[in-house]
């Protein structure tokens, strides 16, 4: 029986729900039904400080044995930032002292090492998405339930953050420049078509914006994206190619209007697991009456884009359904579809390397 996938990668409006779970048992903080904003605490947990290992006798120079009689502080003694660990005690050469490099507790002194556990840190989980709680889950999280429009990007990274949406460029192909990113878009997040220059990173991180949507960009930057935690979401991949029309007019239509970024990948199991890299545009519940997009199946005529080489980016139009799976120039075999590029030509698609555009 042929058999289509039914997943929409992205809609002008759609239904989007995501899953929002603890790493550790905690203590959930919304009922079903509540009403729930993106910031809102909806779970939290109490997580145990770091244990850390200073090197006592190191920094003081002296040996193992000797450390017990220059110490400041007992096992169980609670210290802050600053607190002076040990001391030499040597009138005749410089005073050398260790202090606590943050807040917590002294669990041991061993072999001339300190150990110190932080204090306690409260792990704060938010809705992330704007909507109705549809499902708890006892001292691990929520389901929430939203409307509004979903792009997904081929690779992403950074955490999650939410701004303004604000497109600084016309076209799908044009490069985003370092003269595009200044200050006037603190708390912004830039969409722009090709991302070829590390100033354009670097400027957007010193000026405070919290995301860049870009339709591809270098190779050479996915380094500088990860050290700098700033989320950055691709669309396209790597190298020069323009956003797709459809993604960029869909960003461009909701210019001045706050958005959700995520760029890496979240561990959100079950279901509703999709976490990311991804742009989420929240829209009034009102919506839903009347534009919400309905999910469709793959069928002859309709749009796709191609997410995968050697066609990454194309949009097409699906001639026909092959019936069983078809051989790869890999060797593979999957099932999948013939597609009419905008030159004519007819090639064939796996379901998995495209999406459903309209």
């Keep these: 029986m042929l058999s289509a996938p039914l997943e929409v990668r992205f809609l002008p409006i759609t239904e989007i729900v995501r899953r929002r779970i603890l790493p550790v048992p905690g203590e959930v903080l919304v009922r079903m039904g509540d009403r729930v904003r993106a910031d809102d605490v909806v779970a939290q947990a109490l997580l145990e400080g770091q244990l850390s290992a200073i090197d006592l006798a190191g920094a003081l120079g002296l040996s193992v044995r000797s450390i017990e009689r220059h110490l400041l502080v007992s096992e169980g003694q609670k210290v802050v930032t600053g607190t002076p660990l040990a001391r030499t005690r040597r009138f005749w050469v410089r005073q050398k002292q260790v202090e606590a490099p943050f807040a917590g507790t002294v669990q041991a002194i061993i072999e001339g090492r300190l150990f110190l556990r932080q204090e306690p840190q409260w792990l704060l989980l938010r809705a992330y998405v704007p909507g109705e709680v549809t499902e708890c889950y ?33 076209q799908p192909g044009e490069v985003l420049t370092w003269e595009h990113v200044g200050l006037r878009y603190r708390g ?6 090709i991302l070829d220059d590390a100033r354009v990173l670097m400027r957007a991180k010193s000026f405070g ?38 993604v960029f007019d869909l960003l461009r239509s909701y210019d001045g209007r706050p958005a ?11 279901p509703y697991g999709y976490g990311g890299p991804e742009v989420i545009v929240p829209l009034p519940t009102s919506a839903r ?27 097409g139009q699906v001639s026909s359904l092959l019936s069983g799976s078809q ?24 379901y998995v390397n495209m999406e459903l555009i309209g």
């Excluded at 001292?139 to 953050?161: C, D, F, K, T």
């Excluded at 912004?188 to 078509?193: E, F, Q, S």
């Excluded at 995301?211 to 991949?237: H, K, N």
Aim: with cysteine; proline share 9%; aromatic share 2%.
């Design 188 to 193: 912004a997040i830039l969409v722009g078509g």
């Design 327 to 350: 051989q790869t120039p890999i060797g593979t075999r999957v099932d999948g579809a013939e597609v009419r590029l905008p030159n004519g030509h007819k090639v064939f698609v796996p």
């Design 138 to 170: 006892p001292h691990r999280g929520a389901v929430i339930r939203s409307v509004g429009s979903l792009v997904r990007g081929i690779w992403g990274s950074g955490g999650e953050q939410r701004g303004m949406l604000v497109t600084p460029v016309n």
């Design 260 to 270: 959700i970024i995520a760029g890496a990948e979240r561990a959100e199991q079950g």
């Design 209 to 246: 914006l919290r995301g860049l949507v870009i339709g591809s960009m270098l190779p050479s930057l996915r380094p500088l994206c990860a050290r700098l935690s700033m989320p950055v979401v691709v669309t396209e991949g790597m190298g020069r190619i323009p956003m797709a029309v459809p």
């Design 289 to 315: 009456a009347t534009s919400l997009a309905v999910v469709r199946p793959i069928k002859v005529g309709v749009r796709v884009r191609i997410t995968r080489f050697p066609y990454l980016g194309a949009i």
